[in-house]
């Protein structure tokens, strides 16, 4: 039984866009309820990182094994069956259609219709401004909004794993604290989430463990308590000296 609650487990990886290599060996374990996140300057790899265990961008070699099985060939869809959803960053991905269509494309994968209104309904009772902007077009939301949106649509999947990239890009203070409780929200209901988040301060206030990239390198990992110490990590992210 060792081992047993960790989730998601990459072994040296290697990935990038066709001749360029982006990220160089990267290992890194998730367990089962926690939250983890990615930090690192612009370029770094997050994005790719999280592209490649979901299977957008796939690894010249390693491994990426989730509840203990080997997911470098399953398709996406079949992940998103699996429980693992991915929110990518940036604005919402069918800003023509409503609120409400975009919640019932995240279920695109579930056949259950009436339990999808249903859980829609809850979704708009969890967040207010999905209930306020239900037959609103999502591109007519704010950018917050509408990233709220993307991570609602990730919900309704029910997902075990969630990766999360760059939630809060661009938002106020007021909206990052409102986004990233919801983020802990969801964690404590029972997914477990790999979060990448430019706000290094605010991600470890939430996170149980984080890990720092570097030009596609793993530089630093350690508890976010830990990081939230280091003198190196202070300088480099947390903007204080
Ligand atoms: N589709 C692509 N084709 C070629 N190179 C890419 C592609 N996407 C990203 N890259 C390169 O891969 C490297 C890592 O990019 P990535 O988006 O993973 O970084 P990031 O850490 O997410 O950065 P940011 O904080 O700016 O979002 C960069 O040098 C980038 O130019
Ligand atoms: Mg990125």
Redesign the pocket.
Known sequence: MENNDLILELDNIHS???E?E?LKDISLWAHRGQIVSIL??????????L?TIFGIVQPTSGQVMYEGQDIGRVSTFEKLKRGIAYVP?GRSNFPAMTVQENLEMGAYSRSDKKQIQEDINNLCERFPILKLKRYTAAGNLSGGQQQMVEIAMGLMLKPRLMLI??PTLGMAPILVTEVLNIIKEINASGTTILI?E?NAKRALEISDYAYV?EL?KMRMQGSAEELGRNQEVIEAYLGER
Do not use: H, R
């Not at 690192?40 to 990182?49: C, E």
């Open positions: 990038g866009y066709g360029i982006v690192g300057a612009n370029g770094a790899g997050k994005s790719t990182l592209k960053e990239d760059e990448v430019q990239m596609g």
